[in-house]
């Protein structure tokens, strides 16, 4: 007998997506949903869709899900977890949604401990909407809405999410990775895979920002788009896991008499 | 059940427990904190759940997520925190999701004041949103009613599969009146099992998608017809109003609805006293509004007065219903001052006496 070592996984549809060639959407949904098959969670996994490129993910994932405004997928998971805490929630948000428009609503998530996963997205500009700057747009990387490069007196600097939750004191598992080579991908799916492992055991929120490509509105082919993502982004944006539950020096304060 | 002393807003809070609400979100704002406060301490004495959310933009989406997974949900809020939350409410609508909202009504616009108003009619009534949608829009004048609404709210929610809004200005919030919740209460409508909602999908139905968006036009108006059916049938089965004295003889119809109305039963009383005959319709239902209980009523006096906490909204309904048979006359305080028995007593004298300019919709 044949033995089958390679198919797709239970937790994705056998459909086409729309996502543009090069894009690393398609890698990082196939990530999460082989996390999912080899957790068992598919059966008990409500999705929660952002507004912008990974809009229609809910076409893509083969459980329930439920499709957000834009930016406040986490509040939407929170309150599906606070109704059925029984259910696995998680979010999947590009930097526009999750860092932009959704800012203050991933901050409480995450403060609150929400009891969810965020497969955090971040390919550095606005996608569906054309190319448009985002918060996490490189110095000098150039956008429809900064022809002449982003400038960083005018706009600030990029912001780095991760960094910036992981200073809150509650605990959570917050990580850093990227799919632009095979081994960058393994590494991303075992970051995912503890973020649900969290979840599933119930010890704290969780979010794996992945570094992703867009060729389409970078201008440049997917090989190219790989090797830029190594040569801008990994160095503003540092892979690794960044916060952990058991975090000691994190421990909560005595409460307040 | 005996009854109780009760504050308006922890009767709303009570009501919906009672009707089996297990889940609040929501965001300070004066003059409803009551209603959360008391949920913070009463919902997890139910095995219920309780989040401060961050803001009533994330309340609303919150509300979102816990009535896609199929559970009752409610929020309450005031003026500027429902604006903010009309996107939340406006994906409600597009997806089909039952939840209940309660606005305590504040003077308005922009931060305006903190004392009742009913300057939020238009924007309860006439969609306020964005997109082609409607509220169930329910208004109490008191707190026994403010109950019994708020308990309707729920059942007629998930009939309709729509968000349900319970008007009331801020008088009816912070006022204390005996209430009584019925023991053994039945739904006041048949209801389905909530098979639409997502709970995981195993694979014994289809699999559940919560969704406002349908980017093939045919299928959104598709979508969009469905909704209208929806509303259409809340327009045909949902109208409720109170009529006061509108079986006898009169001269002056009143039109007011929510606590302006009880301030106008009480002028009504007076008026009687001294011989004059004035009748009353209340709306209960704000939308589906009670257009033909307004116009057969009209028919009947020889002028309409609309009373109302606002520079005139509710007016534009009874304009509708009345289509020019009668003269219109107007009353209102705004700002969170209230309307007086004795302005209404002098309003009505003032319709009879020709000294009162009726109001031109023409």
Known sequence: ?257 | MAKKLMKGSEAIGEAAIQAGCRLFFGYPITPQNEIPEYMSLRLPQVGGRFVQAESEVAASNMLYGASGSGERVMTSSSSPGISLMSEGISYLAGAELPVVIVNIMRAGPGLGGILPSQSDYFQATKGGAHGDFRLLVLAPWSVQEAANLVQDAFDLADYYRNPVLVLGDGLIGQMMEPVEFQEGRSPCKELQPKTWASTGFKGDRPRAVINSLFLDPEELERHNFKLKAKFDAMVRDEIRCDEIGTEEDYDVLIVACGTVARVCSTAMEELREQGIRTAMVRPVTLFPYPYAAVRRAAAKAKAVLVVELSTGQMIEDVSLAVRATRPIHFHCRVGGMLVSPEEVIAKVKAILAGESEEVDYA
């Open chain 1, 1 to 257: 007998m044949p033995e089958t070592v390679f198919q797709r996984p239970e937790s994705l549809l056998p459909v086409v997506t729309h996502y543009c060639p090069g894009c690393t959407h398609g890698v990082i949904h196939r990530l999460v949903g082989e996390v999912l098959d080899e957790l068992g969670l598919r059966e008990r996994t409500v999705g929660v869709a952002p507004v912008g490129c990974s809009v229609l993910a809910y076409n893509y994932f083969n459980t329930d899900f439920q499709e957000a405004s834009h930016g406040r997928a986490p509040a939407v998971a929170t309150g599906i977890k606070r109704a059925r805490p029984d259910l696995i929630v998680f979010t999947y948000q590009g930097d526009g949604d999750l860092a932009s428009i959704g800012m203050a609503e991933i901050v409480h998530c995450a403060n609150r401990g929400e009891k969810v996963t965020v497969v955090f997205v971040n390919n550095a500009i606005y996608g569906m909407t054309g190319g448009q700057m985002a918060p996490t747009t490189m110095p000098n990387q150039v956008a429809t809405t900064c022809p002449l490069g982003r400038d960083v007196e005018q706009t600030g600097h990029p912001i780095r999410v991760v960094e910036l939750l992981s200073t809150l004191r509650t605990p959570a598992f917050i990580a850093r990775a990227a799919v632009h080579t095979p081994l960058h991908a393994v590494r991303a799916k075992a970051m995912l895979r503890q973020a649900f492992q969290h979840q599933v055991e119930g010890t704290c929120f969780s979010m794996v920002e992945v570094l992703s490509t867009c060729p389409t509105n970078w201008g440049m082919p997917p090989g190219e788009a790989c090797d830029w993502v190594e040569k801008n982004m990994v160095p503003y944006y540092p892979l690794g896991v960044f916060k952990t539950p058991d975090d000691i020096s994190r421990a909560p304060l005595p409460k307040a008499q």
